[in-house]
């Protein structure tokens, strides 16, 4: 019954954020049904934009589901997402030979990022909405001093050096893709398969594992969990470590595996931290249900590439429908979370 629940409530959710995107296509003059259908249709017209932003998405979401079970509300993933990205292309510049060490580093600077703001709350009281945004601010002007002043290529000053090509992550080349090479005639990013494994190994970890049991315990009634020996501090503060190693290894994905550097404006990393949060309440707070979720945002976003052109739309009005879109179905989605009596659902964390 409450899987029941749960699958209509995401379904009218987003069926009303449609609706609220129709509705801004009617006001912008635009064919609201055309819209919609271009939207939803986008995948072989742009399928790197949905491959590579579902994957940076599905990490950044779980970075923002998994302390928000035990109570936390994890803000920073955008700036753990940057340290990550920055870090690992540094250490590429200087350990060019694998993917790996990049890969290792971005995990480890998100990661202390996470551990910070989970020491701050856990041994301090100090907010973690109030750490995670200011901590946010720190790395967002770190990185952009590092951008322009370290990183900068000499060629191109308005960009970084790039990853050398031993230490990026390769693609499927489309010779491999059979009937789909038509499709994706630059191959396939090997990062979605990446991400899709994290999310796999989280699922498990939590519903299949000792620690996962003692962190599900922890999220459904601290006291409890206290009262029967579970370290319940430890576990909060493991919950914001992990939870920025990912979004540190989102930004290394993205850099590694795709982008190879960054702009001035850090433009190509902004946005993944704050849409992994909207994955998240979308996918009921459920690793599988965030790999749903970011899939559905990935075609979001190649859609509001095609709609310009399909649609007469302009890349304002694009962006506003997506927009609305995500954020009808975010706050639909979260009121499980703060209304939970209100929805007859049990609230979890």
Do not use: C
Not at 244 to 250: K, R
């Amino acid at each position: 019954m409450a899987a029941s629940r749960e699958l209509l409530l995401t379904l009218a959710s987003i069926l009303v954020g449609l609706a609220a995107g129709a509705l801004v296509l009617a006001a912008g003059g635009a064919d609201p049904l055309k819209g919609i259908y271009v939207l939803l249709t986008s995948f072989t017209y742009y399928p790197e934009i949905l491959l590579v932003g579902a994957s940076i998405t599905m990490l950044t979401g779980l970075a923002f589901a998994i302390p928000l079970r035990v109570g936390f509300f994890n803000i920073g993933g955008e700036g753990q997402l940057y340290a990550g990205a920055i870090v690992s292309l540094m250490v590429s510049l200087v350990a060019p030979y694998t993917p790996f060490p990049g890969l290792l580093a971005g995990f480890t600077a998100g990661a202390i990022l996470g551990f910070i703001a989970g020491f701050l709350r856990v041994r301090l009281g100090v907010n973690e909405v109030l750490s995670t945004i200011m901590l946010n601010w720190a790395i967002y002007w770190t990185s952009t001093y590092l951008v322009i002043d370290v990183l900068a290529d000499p060629i191109y000053p308005h960009l970084t050096r790039q990853v050398p090509e031993a230490a990026r992550i390769p693609w499927i080349p489309s010779s491999l893709l059979g009937p789909l090479s038509e499709v994706l005639p630059g191959g396939v990013p090997i990062i979605p398969f990446i991400s899709i494994a994290v999310a796999l190994a989280a699922w498990a970890a939590m519903y299949l594992t000792v620690p996962g049991l003692r962190y599900r315990f922890v999220g459904a009634n601290e006291y409890a969990a206290l009262s029967r020996g579970v370290n319940v501090d430890y576990v909060k503060l493991a919950s914001m470590t992990v939870a920025g190693g990912l979004s540190g290894l989102a930004g290394a994905l993205l850099i590694l595996g795709y982008s190879y550097r960054v702009d001035t404006g850090l433009s190509g990393l902004a946005g993944y931290g704050f849409e992994g949060i909207g994955a998240a309440l979308i996918g009921r707070n459920h690793p599988l249900g965030i790999i749903a979720a970011s899939v559905f945002l990935g075609e979001l976003a190649a859609g509001s590439e095609r709609i310009q052109v399909e649609a007469n739309v302009p890349a304002e009005l694009a962006e506003v429908v997506s927009g609305a879109i995500i954020f009808v179905l975010a706050a639909l989605s979260g009121l499980k979370y703060v209304a939970p009596r209100l929805l007859g659902v049990k609230s979890e964390g």
